[in-house]
């Protein structure tokens, strides 16, 4: 079992930049890929980025290649999404994911533990 805790969310203008934190409880956590995904009222839950278990492969959506960057400490258990350049539409409550096997995983279906979720709005 494992518990996903994140932190970091919260309001911000346009062109600013946030650091979300996800601390995940066991011993375990190096065995998990994880995954940042987000959902925005009247849409569908969508992934940001993913990372393999020991960050040496990641994956980001289109639409912020170039302005986030996920990456993770498995010697304190979390995993971090980098937001930078934020813009409006990046408005949205992020949730953070782990993922069985280790290896990167982008649909929402393989991820087996998933956080309460942590609201970032972005003001133009």
Do not use: H
């Not at 970091?8 to 066991?26: E, N, Y």
């Not at 393999?52 to 289109?62: H, K, L, R």
């Not at 290649?65 to 990046?90: C, H, W």
């Amino acid at each position: 079992q494992v518990q996903l805790d994140e932190s970091g969310g919260g309001l911000v203008q346009a062109g600013g930049s946030l650091r979300l934190s996800c601390a995940a409880s066991g011993r375990t956590f190096r065995t998990y890929a994880m995954g940042w995904f987000r959902q925005a009222p009247g849409k569908e839950r969508e992934i940001v980025a993913a990372i393999s278990w020991s960050g040496g492969s990641t994956f980001y959506a289109e639409s912020v290649k170039g302005r986030f960057t996920i990456s993770r400490d498995n010697a304190k258990n979390t995993v971090y999404l980098q937001m930078n350049s934020l813009k409006p539409e990046d408005t949205a409550i992020y949730y953070c994911a782990a993922a069985r096997g280790g290896y990167i995983a982008t649909m929402s279906q393989t991820y087996d533990y998933w956080g309460q979720g942590t609201q970032v709005t972005v003001s133009s």
